[in-house]
């Protein structure tokens, strides 16, 4: 674990890098260690280090590791950024402080329901398809005004940014560009793209947020 603690400070390092060359802040961009599929000792070794922010997909794995980790660490907070079911919905609205993969309609509707019920209102990204992947979840980009006007209009939600994730075999660059113009356009202030292989060209292109992994934790464990 000591490995993990060495590897923050080079990223962060990285980051601040990055954020300079770009004529930024070196402090203007938030690091989401994504610790999916990691162990809760690596979460613990990576807040002895200092981080406070982590990103994990699948909302039963993310409720198996924070909560209890939070009455140490009040300042932590918690993304989720995978797919998310509408039957998962109020569970994320639980346990995450952003929830980053708002993508349609019926998702929407429903955790503005959970947030009713639940008295939580974590902030929601809307997740972009920048490059119309059928795979892949995400608002296409044509439909990306009328989706985020509907959720904070129709559905009241805390709409804070957007995310993408570029394919994985086209420049990134381009797709970045296109989600910081849609964010300028839209008036919203988080983004969140670039992951451990081209975070330093999302932070050029203006990101708020990167989500990054394997750079911090290594490999995943085999499932």
Do not use: Y
């Not at 674990?1 to 004529?23: D, F, P, T, W, Y």
């Not at 982590?54 to 300042?75: S, Y």
């Not at 356009?185 to 292109?205: P, Q, V, Y």
């Amino acid at each position: 674990m000591s490995s993990i603690a060495e590897n923050m400070k080079q990223v962060r390092a990285r980051i601040a890098e990055a954020a300079l060359r770009a004529g930024r802040a070196a402090d203007a961009v938030t690091l989401v260690a994504v610790s999916k599929f990691h162990p809760a000792e690596a979460v613990a070794a990576a807040l002895a280090a200092g981080q406070n922010c982590f990103g994990e997909n699948r909302v039963q794995e993310a409720a198996g590791k924070f909560p209890a980790l939070r009455p140490d660490h009040p300042d932590l907070r918690l993304h989720i950024i995978g797919a998310l079911q509408t039957n998962k919905a109020r569970d994320a609205v639980r346990v995450a402080d952003v929830i980053e993969s708002l993508d349609r309609p019926r998702l929407a509707a429903v955790l503005a329901e959970s947030m009713a019920r639940e008295g939580r209102r974590p902030q929601v990204l809307v997740q972009v398809n920048t490059g119309r992947e059928p795979q892949k979840a995400g608002i296409l980009p044509e439909a990306l005004d009328d989706f985020v006007a509907e959720c904070r209009e129709s559905h009241g939600l805390p709409v804070a940014g957007l995310m993408c994730i570029p394919p994985a075999e086209e420049d990134p660059n381009p797709h970045f560009a296109a989600l910081a113009e849609a964010a300028g356009r839209l008036r919203l202030g988080t983004l969140s793209m670039g992951m451990s292989g081209d975070f330093e060209a999302a932070i050029a292109h203006g990101a708020t947020h990167v989500r990054i992994g394997t750079a911090i934790f290594g490999n995943r464990p085999a499932l």
